[in-house]
């Protein structure tokens, strides 16, 4: 008997479907779940779908606090240190693991389409946090950005969403009228373009949502460059997107030194030298501020990391985005 072909192919979908339908019904949060198991039998980090962050606060009696990201299938590392840091008790209520837990959780739920997960079983002198989705560079970077200032605050108040992956924790705090979280989703983000005379600046707070906000977008009258794969910012321009008053960027024509001041740090750097002064404290970049087009150009990366804030690079775009966390009102 001949079958009819519209009948065998409709089989044929039918069947297809029956065996793709379980797997499209996985969620994002059950896919991170799975993997995360697959990264604790295997020693891993991160996958090119997940990106890990692995912050060690073992010496933050001596004021340092490492926050390592993992990103990719290689699983590269990239390091932060912050010497700076309030000696506290490492675990317990309010304590500096307690703070950075909650810091995290905080951006799970204000990132709901990316699922977010610490690793509950991680040593009480470590957290271990996990991102899934499109962003989980920028989150990760947001969140590594955020520690020192996190730590200096008292411990988020529960949203009722808290705890370790797979467990909610709720308590029965009351959260005053005045949100004392305010801080922890302030930044100021400035994009700046290679070859491009503008550049945009975005700040966000809990009241004004990054998928709202609009940046806005002004003019410089040179633009960055990329030398022996550094990015390259005007002074002036590069010591703004880091929240630097105006007066606080002095040129000194004789010694070609660029000095940028912003709290209680002091920034030195020379024309033509691989060394930057933080505090009075030398430290050897791999590149060196130079003068183009009658315009003084910093290493952006050595500069904002110096002030305590992150910067991404986008291959694709060939843009660089500097995140700062805006402090405390009152600070």
Excluded at 19 to 44: C, D, G, K
Excluded at 174 to 190: R, V
Excluded at 277 to 293: A, F, H, K, L, R
């Amino acid at each position: 008997m001949r079958k009819n072909p519209m009948v065998a192919m409709l089989l044929t979908v039918i069947m297809l479907f029956a065996v793709v339908a379980p797997v499209m019904a996985v969620t994002s949060t059950e896919y991170l779940t799975s993997q995360l198991q697959i990264f604790h039998t295997t020693n891993r980090m991160s996958s090119n779908d997940i990106y890990g962050v692995y912050v060690d606060i073992s010496q933050i009696t001596n004021n340092t606090v490492t926050a390592t990201v993992y990103q990719t299938d290689a699983q590269q590392a990239t390091l932060t240190t912050y010497t700076n840091i309030e000696a506290q008790p490492i675990a317990g209520a309010n304590s500096a693991k307690d703070k950075l837990s909650r810091f995290f959780f905080y951006f799970r739920n204000n990132n709901r389409d990316h699922p977010m997960a610490l690793w509950g079983g991680a040593p009480d002198d470590t957290v271990m946090g996990y991102v899934y989705g499109e962003r989980k560079a920028e989150i990760i970077s947001a969140y590594v950005a955020g520690i020192p200032e996190c730590l200096a605050q008292d411990r988020l108040y529960d949203s009722g969403d808290s705890g370790s992956s797979g467990s909610t924790t709720k308590t029965t705090e009351a959260k005053p009228a005045e949100n004392p979280d305010a801080w922890a989703g302030k930044y100021l983000a400035t994009t700046f373009e290679i070859g491009a005379t503008t550049y945009s600046v975005l700040s966000s707070t809990n009241e004004d949502a990054s998928e709202t906000a609009k940046p806005e977008i002004k003019t410089m009258d040179v633009a960055p460059y990329v030398k022996n794969d550094r990015t390259y910012v005007p002074v002036r321009y590069l010591a703004y997107s880091l929240g630097v008053e105006e007066g606080s960027v002095t040129w000194d024509g004789n010694a070609r030194k660029v000095s940028i001041s912003k709290d209680d740090t002091d920034i030195a750097l020379i024309v033509g030298s691989p060394i930057m002064y933080v505090n009075g404290q030398s430290t050897n970049m791999d590149v060196s501020p130079e003068i183009t087009q009658d315009r003084t150009f910093l290493p952006a990366r050595w500069v904002a990391e110096a002030l305590g804030a992150e910067v991404l690079w986008d291959d694709a775009t060939q843009q660089t985005t500097i995140k700062i966390p805006v402090e405390k009102p009152g600070n």
